[in-house]
């Protein structure tokens, strides 16, 4: 039987994590030792208050039915975190949870945007940024980030044209992949810029807790306006590491929280109690851990970053998120091609900048997934390869 399928699905690729990951496997199946710093996820093991929560919850069968919405206990207990930690005053009806920032960064097209509508994201950017608008027939535009500006936007890039235009802008800070961190002029200018042009801001705040250099991650809904002109992803995946759980929570304008609630409630029964019970956990319980962990991920990007410097490869620290942004070395033309030299002499798999956008050629992305003294083996595997050599 020949099969139809929908245009929109015919447009989507196979994601670059899916492929790196298949050339992994065919590595180790060849018995190569293989360093992956191409996926995101943690190697830390969520609080241990959080999984006995979780363990708790999972023992009682009336946990097991459907949630159908977000217990008031976590909304209140969302309310409280963003009071202590960001300053923030929301009320519960203008907080949501989601199946991590991920899914929530798709579906909230659904709400925002209509066939036609223009969308800004930034290049380099994560990838669902525009591929949610996309599917919804919104047209990406995109804003640059260049070295040269720290990675950072320069409203001034975007046409007067194209700003008229926008409906949605997204915005991420501290950004993946290009691991940039903003200050209080940033969120300012961004708040400006969206009342001046009557467009909505969703900031995606994922990795607000690994900010380096003593500096504090900070909330795009404490800045003043903010609360007229968008919503905030906030993720407890690598906070907490919780990725599996997949939960997030999306906290801002109460119209927009409100009626992305009302379609959420269109297309699933909310999410599963125990991970709603293990979230007011994170969030409520000791913090400790979490600035132990952005301890660590400073000294694994440190470790990453002048390891490389010192081989040849020159690749400045970064400022924050669990990834380096590195530039590749001066004598290749292109990532792609980096990326595989990289995994096939040295064993060490990242990924080709070109990923993340068009801006993303000549960089690959580092995750930093692996513990110091195995960073300093991938340092001296890629040393070994000479791939670094001209």
């Given amino acids: 039987m020949d099969l139809t399928f929908s245009k929109r699905a015919l447009r989507i690729e196979e994601g670059i994590f899916s492929v790196l990951n298949t050339k992994k496997e065919e590595l180790e199946r060849a018995g190569r030792t293989v360093y992956n710093f191409s996926v995101g996820t943690p190697d830390f093991e969520p609080p241990a208050h959080v999984m006995e929560a979780m363990q708790e919850a999972c023992r009682d069968p009336e946990n097991y039915k459907y949630a159908l919405a977000d217990r008031p206990e976590m909304l209140e207990a969302v309310r409280a975190f963003y009071r202590t930690r960001f300053g923030v005053e929301v009320e519960t009806g203008q907080i949501m949870s989601l199946y991590g920032s991920q899914e929530g960064m798709a579906h909230i ?4 945007c209509d066939p036609g509508d223009v969308v800004l994201v930034p290049d380099p950017g994560y990838p669902v940024f525009g591929m949610g608008p996309e599917l919804m027939g ?20 975007i046409p007067e044209e194209t700003a008229r235009a926008a409906k949605l802008m997204i915005i991420s800070c501290p950004a993946n992949p ?7 002029s940033f ?25 380096f250099g003593g500096r ?3 909330s795009f809904l404490s800045y003043p306006g903010a609360m007229d002109v968008g919503v905030e992803f906030y993720s407890l995946s690598k906070s907490y590491n919780m990725t599996g759980m997949r939960i997030s929570f999306a906290v801002g304008n109460p119209d927009i929280i409100r009626t992305f609630r009302k379609l959420r409630s269109q297309i699933d029964y ?13 969030i409520t319980g000791p913090q400790d851990s979490v600035g132990e962990q952005c301890r660590i991920y400073e000294e694994r990007n440190y470790a990453l970053c002048r390891g490389l410097t010192r081989i040849g490869w020159n690749v400045p620290d970064g400022k924050g998120t669990m990834f380096v942004w590195a530039p590749i070395p001066e004598h290749y033309t292109g990532s792609e091609r980096f990326v595989l030299d990289l995994m096939e002499k040295a ?4 990924t080709p900048g070109t990923a993340f956008g068009r801006l993303g050629e000549g960089y690959v992305r580092m995750a930093l997934v692996h513990s110091t ?18």
Avoid: W
């Avoid at 290009?178 to 209080?184: E, I, L, N, Y």
């Fill in 187 to 211: 969120y300012e200018e961004a708040i400006a810029f969206a009342k001046k042009y009557g467009i909505i801001l969703l900031h995606d705040n994922a990795y607000a807790d690994i900010v």
């Fill in 178 to 184: 290009v691991c940039s961190v903003a200050d209080d």
């Fill in 138 to 157: 919104a047209r990406c535009e995109t804003y640059p980030l260049y070295r040269e500006n720290e990675f950072m936007p320069d409203f001034a890039d």
């Fill in 109 to 112: 097209a659904l709400v925002m």
């Fill in 347 to 350: 064993g060490v798999i990242a």
């Fill in 216 to 218: 504090k991650g900070r």
């Fill in 373 to 390: 003294e195995t960073i300093g083996e991938a340092v001296r595997a890629i040393d070994r390869s000479g791939i670094l050599k001209r």
């Fill in 270 to 282: 909310g999410i599963f109690l125990p991970v709603q019970k293990a979230a007011v956990a994170a």
